[in-house]
DNA sequence: TTGTACGCGTTATCAA
DNA sequence: TTGATAACGCGTACAA
């Protein structure tokens, strides 16, 4: 069945396809009851525009995409919300599209900025270490957001809004040291890790050592390449394998609170309990922290406020207020009942 | 800065533009070395097709779109991977739409299917309300997946994939009944709600009843409209509510994991214990309800089977192998820690 | 094996 | 306030 196109539209008014696109799209130019004669036509034969057809035409729309690698990652999904009513606020329109964890975010990009016209772009999660020739082909602003600050690249050539990973990570460090634990085990990303991952890890070795400890490498448990990363599942098995090393440890600092919480589950089927035998802490400051049983002492990362920021940055960089900007949000240590002072 | 199309390609060749197309889309006309040639030029300017007119050209593309309500549910997340990985199987390409909540699905997979022109669809989530006329404008295959049957429809206008909400409910409330739980409460949908809620408390009300049991209006905990629906907050406020009513329960019977998770945390809040107090059970089989401590009873819903066979239906829909088809998966109740027999 | 020319459905330009 | 018409960038008959 051939579908019905702007033309048909215009015979069955009786007017030319320049009024019917004017009705459609609120141009000033039209008298209102031609325009309400045409949307009535358009509404009982079901007229639906083709959106190819106006992309391709459009020199410029305002929509604006948020590109998201890891779509699992609960912690996007406040984000996301956010994004949508802030974005919705400035009257652009906005889509979402998921990148697979073997695709290439830039490349996606790139693709979509054509196809839709893109006024800007916001990149969520991923490591970001791209090509500097293929990121000069994205014409348009972009904003990395909860992506730490990438090496090899200039500050000005890219803009960020997150927390400070390094900082963060350490004071939740400093908080276990100061606790009494001086056998801290650490669950975070693979060696290969240049984003998150490695700055979290960064800021436990600093503590330890502004703290006096020495670092331990059999307390160091890295992520499963094979299974999904800052996972439940992932923080269960390394956990696993830290307790049954024989290694002593009497607090355990997961580097997201999914890890943590399988790392807690890894605990109890050992036989001991959280906190008594070890505490344990997260990181990211998810819903299920507060849920779990017990409470998980975290670092909440300003969620709403990072979103917020991060649309604000990039219509200052659409609107060329600025050429780039790296904004840094505090985050919050939250103390539940996962961590205690050490028993032994 | 314009963007480079397929004319200067072809200029820059020293080739016709339908030569470059063939190069691009791997067609049979065109012999090794000049294909080698314009793809290498293709890649040193970085050259990229512009979607909106390939689509606004094509006939049909090989794709097919999977539209979402409430991307929230961590529920989807596995589905999504069999999706693609099944879609790439059968090299079809795939498209994952977020809905909004206030956005009507139907119309945005009527736009949709013009914009990208759809082979089929997939429909995950939401309640599937729909106006006939409505449906009747989605001129391509659709598979409604762990959705349950809408009323007011004839089956064989629509297809779907999913557990029977109503027997696996039963089945939980009967097992609970059977561990001689004689006062099981429920957190379910709200009143209005036609879709898998109330599919779940009839099963509730229907095995209630086959155990002689009657039911107490007084059990009976409706989600919250203003805060999330299935959310983890929704079953925490929820049983606070319960807790506080006064009416005595000895088991809760919450219809998704996040409710019962939810609802776990308000019951140790109150000062009480699960499941030596109170029995809680779930329903989706959710990763979390393994990590949980304790880790909950649940009814795991066969997710990778449910979305393979959404795939299949759809293809055979496509293919017109079929013009419909209704399919149910068995789901299985998994007992875990968080039910025993009641103390009371 | 290659190239020319037209059309996909829409919006922008310009003239009426 | 309207309408004819030229793009937008690509794929594909059809001709060469």
Redesign the interface.
């Known amino acids: ?1 051939a ?1 019905i196109t702007i033309i048909d539209i215009a015979k069955m008014c009786g007017v030319g396809v320049t009024t019917v696109s004017r009705a459609i799209n609120n141009h000033p130019d039209i008298s209102e009851e031609t325009k309400a004669m045409i949307m009535k036509v358009i509404k009982e034969n ?1 007229y ?1 525009p ?4 106006r ?2 035409k459009r020199s410029a729309s305002k929509t604006i995409a948020v590109l998201i690698k890891g ?2 990652n ?1 912690f996007f ?1 406040r984000m ?1 919300k956010v994004f ?1 009513k802030e974005i919705q606020r400035k009257k652009y329109s906005f889509i ?1 599209q ?1 990148v ?1 964890d073997n695709q290439d975010e830039i490349e996606v990009a ?2 979509l900025e ?3 016209r893109l006024k800007g772009i916001v990149f969520l999660g991923g490591n970001f270490s791209h090509a500097k ?1 293929k990121l000069e ?1 994205l ?1 348009v602003p972009f904003v990395l957001s909860t992506i730490g600050m990438t090496p090899g690249y200039e500050p000005h050539e890219y803009s960020t809004v997150s927390v400070d990973d390094f900082k963060e990570s350490y004071k939740m460090v400093d908080y276990l040291c100061k606790l009494g634990h001086r056998k801290i085990a650490i669950i975070t990303a693979s060696m290969a890790d240049v984003s998150i991952g490695r700055l979290r890890y960064e800021g436990y070795k600093q503590a330890l050592e502004d703290n006096g400890l020495e670092l331990n490498e059999k307390l160091v448990g890295r992520m499963k390449e094979n299974i999904e990363s800052y ?3 992932n923080g ?1 098995v390394v956990t696993k394998e830290l307790l049954e090393s024989g290694e002593d440890f009497t607090a355990l600092f997961a580097v997201s609170d999914s890890l943590a ?2 790392a ?2 890894a605990i ?1 089927e050992s036989g001991k309990s959280v906190p008594e035998d070890y505490s344990v802490a997260g990181f990211d400051g998810l ?2 922290t ?5 409470s998980i002492t975290t670092i909440r990362q300003p969620v709403e406020e990072i979103a917020e920021e991060t649309i604000k940055v990039l219509y200052d960089l659409i609107n060329k207020k600025i050429t780039h900007a790296h904004k840094v949000f505090p985050a919050e240590l939250i103390v539940r009942k996962s961590t205690i002072e050490p028993s032994r």
């Open positions: 069945m579908s079901h639906v083709n959106n190819s057809a992309n391709l779509i699992t609960p999904n996301i949508d979402l998921r697979d790139i693709e054509k196809e839709k020739d082909q014409t996972s439940m599942e269960y919480v399988g807690c589950k109890f819903d299920i507060f849920y779990y049983n017990p």
